[in-house]
């Protein structure tokens, strides 16, 4: 084999390993399990630091807003159990309480869930409209 073609196989092979790389480096920091309240709190100790993202309602007469600070305190539950959320941010339009949100970050051993992300889901509660009869 010529030394010019062995050099183009070692490069490409490096390139494809990089490529490799980038995409499981990007895969894995997209991929955060996805869990309820109750699967959160039954997790315990276990769970503390880690990543997670969490699903719920915003528990009504909870939201506390800091306009100066851009902080964001509610309580968020699925109906059997509860956790405090702090996030920091902006308030997104669709965040009401009673409503549905996703959240993302860390829980930690002081029982709050720390909120990196944070996303109002729309309420989907479609209601189809009267059928008339034919007469």
Do not use: H
């Not at 183009?8 to 955060?32: H, P």
């Not at 009504?60 to 959320?85: I, K, Y």
């Amino acid at each position: 084999m010529s030394r010019k073609k062995t050099k183009f196989i070692v490069g490409a092979f490096v390139v494809l390993i990089l490529v490799g790389y980038l995409v499981y480096a990007g895969m894995k920091g997209s991929t955060l399990y996805y869990m309820t309240v109750s699967e959160l709190k039954a997790k315990g100790a276990g769970i503390y630091e880690e990543g997670v993202r969490i699903s719920g309602n915003v528990e009504t007469g909870s939201v506390q807003w800091n306009p100066e600070t851009l902080t964001l305190q509610f309580v968020m539950t699925d109906g059997n159990e509860r956790v405090n959320a702090v996030y920091r941010g902006g308030m997104p339009d669709m965040f009401t309480e009673g409503g549905p949100v996703v959240i993302e970050g860390r829980y930690t051993s002081d029982g709050v869930f720390r909120a990196t992300q944070l996303f109002a889901k729309c309420p989907s509660k479609y209601e189809p409209a009267e059928r008339k009869e034919r007469q």
